[in-house]
C-alpha cells in the first residue's frame, strides 16, 4: 500500500458552503464516497478542511496509484473537478525514509 495526500482547492464563488450547485455535487460524492473508496481498495486515513482557504487534504492508502487514479476517475469524484484542483503526491513515512538514510552511503 502507498500513502498519497490529495489537495483540492477551489475558488470563494465555487465553495459548496456558499453554493448551492456545488454543494449538491459534493454531497453525491460524499453519499457514495465509502463505497467507492472500498470498490478499488482505497481506504481515507484523514481529510482535512481550511475554510477559510478553500481546502480540502486528504490522506489516502492505495494498492498503487492505478487504483487511486481509478478511485479519481469514478463519475461521482470526476464532477468535482468542475469546481476544484486536486493535486495528489505520493508520500513517505518519515520512518522509512529515515532507515533509507541510515542506508545510504
Not at 26 to 37: F, I, N, T
Not at 48 to 64: K, Y
Not at 72 to 79: I, S
Not at 90 to 97: D, G, I, K, Q, R
Request: net charge negative; aromatic share 10%.
Amino acid at each position: 500500500m502507498a500513502i498519497f495526500l490529495a489537495m483540492g482547492t477551489h475558488s470563494p464563488e465555487n465553495c459548496p458552503m456558499f453554493n448551492e450547485k456545488t454543494r449538491k455535487v459534493y454531497m453525491e460524492y460524499v453519499s457514495k464516497r465509502d463505497g467507492l473508496l472500498k470498490k478499488h481498495g482505497v481506504k481515507m486515513l484523514g481529510n482535512w478542511i481550511v475554510l477559510g482557504e478553500h481546502l480540502n487534504v486528504f490522506v489516502l492508502d492505495a494498492p498503487s496509484s492505478e487504483d487511486l487514479e481509478k478511485f479519481f476517475m469514478e463519475p461521482e469524484f470526476m464532477a468535482i473537478n468542475a469546481f476544484d484542483n486536486i493535486e495528489v503526491k505520493m508520500a513517505l513515512n518519515a520512518e522509512e525514509v529515515i532507515k533509507m538514510l541510515r542506508q545510504a552511503k
